[in-house]
């Protein structure tokens, strides 16, 4: 394996949460970011400086499992295990309207639409619902189909698609709430983690099994893979927004990158945490990657350029 290139910038360990750190992501500028944790609340980040921005946002009653900002920046949504989704104004730090009330269980996934006027769900319950934004008024019915919890949601770049985890990786259409194409199915324990690429051809999973899973959604099996080398749950997966590249996270401590053609390790980052990491997320252009861990922190850390697999 070769090593990448030196990174160029600082790296900054973002202190304040009282438990561990499970949602971290890049405002779409770039100039904040946002986490979330146990301790059941979302602070803001100067993504220069590592230092707080403003008052903690605080309402939720128990775990706040992940966090997701608007395409245009100035809503951020929130999952958590008091069976609530909450939106609320970057600006202001307030809450916008009332709870998203409707999941029976804990909610642990989050994600916005690419347009902005959807917000998806998932649950414990089994069940990923769409709301109406910033409303939070539900669509349809909820989407059922997973025998397991729903940890992780994620849209389709062109909008047109959701996904899910749980027993297997599902699809379902956005406009209709209908399943397209069968299950995507390998992953001997629950896929907890889900992304789409860029382009939006590909999606990610991550598991229980200890690995993970790149799928050609379109003709319903795996493009590459298993990707095998964490030792304990994958817990988040992230693609490079160049494509070329995914970022896994594990309850190993660890973070392995993994070249998307041909599914091989091409590294794992320094990110210098001490617990389980959970979650990361990226700036726009890849330069920086943020993490999320059970040690108390999340990290704004460069990401190298890493060579190509041989």
Known sequence: MESAAAPTQPSLVLTGHREGVIGAVFHPDDHLVATSGEDGTIRLWDATTGEQVGETLTGHTDTIWLVAFHPEGRLLASASED??????????????????????????????HPDGTLLATGSADHT?????????????????????????????????????????????????????????????????????????????????????????????????????????????????????????????CTVRVWDVASGKQVGELETGHTAPVWNMGFDRTGSRIVTASQDGTARILPFPAYPAAG
């Open 128 to 252: 990923v619902r769409l709301w109406k934004v910033p409303g939070g008024e539900p669509v349809g019915e909820p989407l059922t189909a997973s025998t397991d919890e729903i940890d992780g949601v994620a849209f389709h770049p062109d909008g047109h698609l959701v996904a899910s985890t749980g027993d297997a990786v599902r699809l379902y259409d956005t406009a209709t709430g209908q399943p397209v194409g069968n299950p995507l199915v390998g992953h001997t324990k629950g896929a907890v983690s889900v992304a789409f690429s860029p382009d939006g051809r590909l999606l990610a999973s991550g598991s229980d099994d200890l690995t993970v899973r790149i799928w050609d959604h379109a003709a319903g099996g795996p493009a590459v893979g298993p990707l095998v080398g964490h030792t304990d749950a994958v817990d988040g997966v992230t693609f490079h927004p160049g494509g070329r590249l995914l970022v896994s996270a594990g309850e190993d």
């Open 83 to 112: 069976r609530t989704a909450r939106i609320w104004d970057v600006t202001t730090g307030r809450q916008v309207g009332e709870p998203l009330v409707g999941h029976t269980a804990g909610v642990y996934g989050v994600a916005f």
